[in-house]
C-alpha cells in the first residue's frame, strides 16, 4: 500500500525512546547524587509521609480496590474473548471500562 507508514514510525519511535534512555543513564551513572535522586523518583518511597497523604489517598485506593474484585470475574471471562464473553452474559465495553478506570485509580493512587 502506499502511503502507509506504519513500521517506518514504530521502528523511529523505538531508536528514539533507546536514544533518550541511552542519554539519561550517561548522565544518571556519572554523577552519583543524580544517581540516587532518580532512583527514589523512579522507585518511590513513602519515608518522610505523614498520615495526612495515606488520608488523601485512601478513597481513591478503596475505591480503584472495590472496582477491581467488581470487574475480575467479567474480566476473566473477557480472556476468552468479545464474542465468548458477550454470550455468557458480560458487556464487553463496559467490563473493559470498569477494569481501566480501576486500573487508573489504583496507579495514580499508589504514585501520589
Same mark, same amino acid.
Given at each position: 500500500?502506499?502511503? *502507509? +507508514?506504519?513500521?517506518?514510525r514504530?521502528?523511529?519511535? /523505538?531508536?528514539? &525512546? /533507546?536514544?533518550?534512555? !541511552?542519554?539519561t543513564? !550517561?548522565?544518571?551513572?556519572?554523577d552519583?547524587? $543524580?544517581?540516587?535522586? %532518580?532512583? +527514589? %523518583?523512579?522507585?518511590? @518511597?513513602v519515608?518522610?509521609?505523614?498520615? *495526612?497523604?495515606? $488520608?488523601?489517598v485512601?478513597? +481513591?485506593?478503596?475505591?480503584?480496590?472495590?472496582? !477491581? !474484585?467488581i &470487574? @475480575?470475574? @467479567?474480566?476473566?471471562?473477557?480472556?476468552?474473548? #468479545? #464474542?465468548v464473553?458477550? &454470550?455468557?452474559? =458480560?458487556?464487553?465495553?463496559?467490563?473493559?471500562? =470498569?477494569? =481501566?478506570?480501576?486500573?487508573?485509580?489504583?496507579v495514580?493512587?499508589?504514585t501520589?
Amino acid at each position: 500500500m502506499r502511503g *502507509d +507508514f506504519g513500521a517506518p514510525r514504530v521502528l523511529a519511535g /523505538a531508536a528514539v &525512546s /533507546a536514544l533518550l534512555i !541511552a542519554c539519561t543513564q !550517561a548522565v544518571v551513572l556519572t554523577d552519583r547524587a $543524580a544517581l540516587n535522586q %532518580w532512583r +527514589f %523518583w523512579q522507585v518511590g @518511597s513513602v519515608a518522610n509521609r505523614g498520615l *495526612d497523604v495515606v $488520608a488523601q489517598v485512601a478513597p +481513591f485506593l478503596v475505591a480503584g480496590a472495590v472496582l !477491581a !474484585a467488581i &470487574s @475480575s470475574r @467479567s474480566l476473566n471471562l473477557m480472556q476468552l474473548g #468479545d #464474542d465468548v464473553a458477550r &454470550s455468557l452474559g =458480560i458487556r464487553p465495553t463496559r467490563a473493559k471500562a =470498569i477494569g =481501566i478506570a480501576a486500573v487508573m485509580l489504583l496507579v495514580g493512587a499508589t504514585t501520589a
